[in-house]
């Protein structure tokens, strides 16, 4: 008796810890404490926790059918596309709705890439993050996701990244002619089987601390990959649904990638939904159903949850809030960078920023403090793992920014005076 008593208890315990977490808006209330989120959870709330549009429709949608199967999704999915083409580069014509992560929309757009080309190797950059799926972990620009496994990727080539702080070929940004995108030409020809189907890249480098190229890479890189035939895949997991201040960063800053393929999820659910989805051009269209799909691919609830969240982006100038707030956190973290000597190198787009501190060390320590001050912070392990990324929900309103600001600001003073945050 005493042993089931026990097992009843634990998801009675369960029940009650959820019952003391609530997310409005930006806000995360756990017990007594309230938060403001500045990484949208894991990236995935670009609507924060609560938007009432998407929590409707998702209702609505469970008291219908909670799952189907994708013979049952397709005419929908078809509907969401549609809703979506107006914010993707005009040559994107032909979707794959089969995914709710990030990481198998990156193999599905692989796959895609080497059934159209006939050839097997992908490039990929140091610092890159492409998912924790065996093949994404694998095609992964670090290290430390990969150290106690084995994930081999047969034609996995990586290439420096465009870090102009932490350059690899120790240039610099006005002298270095592109070279990080340039030398491209010389892996193709020395590192790789000579067989090279796609180059798959995040516009904004995000795990690897939200890294933004050079005015100029993109459109060098598209140049070197049309010479050898490649085909560009855009990993906007993170970029997309609205974090750089456009729809997608391939129709904003990385315009000039014209990427063939797009991949994205996180920000696509809205409020946490998982929803991914893959978009090409139309001669891409190469995949039969039974080549890439998952259980739970085109499910109702994520098709819902994309749509409402496109929509809602759409008539609520959400992204013409993100370029007003976004203003605000830039001036604020390049005001704490005058300030603090430990602040450096802040940077970013949109609502996708960071800065460094002196060591990874330090990092956690601060992320540690600011939480103490009602900002949830992450780092990242990437590289020197010296970034401190602040990513709030896109519909932060710039009341909400100067508060992020003004709590920095705290914990970087109680930083400063090293104090003990417990």
């Known amino acids: 008796m005493d042993s089931l008593a026990s097992a009843s208890a634990e998801p009675e315990a369960s029940i009650e810890y959820f019952d003391s977490i609530v997310g409005r808006g930006v806000r995360l209330r756990i017990g007594e ?20 549009q998407v929590i409707d429709a998702l209702h609505a949608q469970l008291e219908r059918a909670s799952h189907l199967s994708s013979e049952f999704t397709r005419a929908k999915s078809e509907q969401v596309f549609r809703l979506l083409k107006p914010f993707l580069p005009e040559h994107i014509g032909a979707f794959w709705f089969r995914d709710i992560t990030g990481s198998t929309a990156n193999e599905c757009a692989i796959r895609i890439a080497q059934k159209a080309t006939g050839r097997t190797d992908v490039v990929s950059l140091f610092l890159s993050h492409h998912g924790q799926s065996a093949a994404a972990t694998a095609l992964s620009g670090n290290a430390f996701r990969q150290r106690s496994f084995s994930l081999p990727f047969a034609g996995s080539v990586k290439i420096p990244a465009p870090d102009c702080a932490n350059c690899f070929y120790r240039q610099s940004p006005d002298s270095c002619g592109m070279l990080c995108a340039r030398r491209l030409d010389d892996f193709v020809e020395f590192a790789s089987s000579g067989r090279v189907a796609a180059l798959l890249i995040e516009p904004v480098l995000g795990n690897g601390g939200n890294l933004v190229p050079p005015a100029g890479y993109y459109g060098v890189l598209r140049e070197v990959c049309d010479r050898h035939g490649i085909l560009v895949i855009a990993d906007e997991v993170q970029t997309g649904f609205g974090r750089t201040g456009t729809f997608f960063a391939s129709t904003g800053i990385a315009a000039d990638l014209r990427p063939d393929i797009i991949t994205f999820a996180k920000g696509a659910g809205g409020i946490g939904i998982p929803a991914a989805g893959v978009v090409m051009r139309p001669e891409l269209d190469v995949l039969e159903p039974w080549e890439h799909s998952s259980t739970s691919g085109a499910n109702p609830l994520s098709l819902v949850a994309m749509e409402e969240t496109v929509r809602h982006i759409r008539d609520h100038g959400v992204l013409e809030g993100v370029t007003r707030t976004s203003a605000v956190v830039e001036a604020g973290l390049r005001a704490l960078e005058d300030r603090f000597s430990c602040v450096r190198n802040a940077r970013g787009v ?12 330090d990092v956690a320590r601060f992320i540690t403090v600011a939480r103490d001050e009602g900002l949830i912070l992450r780092g990242s392990r990437y590289g020197f793992g010296t970034a401190v990324k602040v990513r709030p929900p896109l519909i932060v309103t710039e009341d909400e920014a100067h508060e992020i600001v003004d709590r920095l600001t705290s914990a970087l003073i109680r930083f400063e005076k090293d104090e003990d945050p417990r």
Not at 350 to 361: H, I, S, V
Request: hydrophobic share 30%.
């Open 350 to 361: 949109g609502l996708m920023r960071a800065f460094d501190l002196p060591t990874p060390q």
């Open 33 to 52: 404490r309230s938060y403001i989120d500045c990484a949208s959870g894991t990236f995935n709330l670009s609507l924060g926790y609560s938007n009432r």
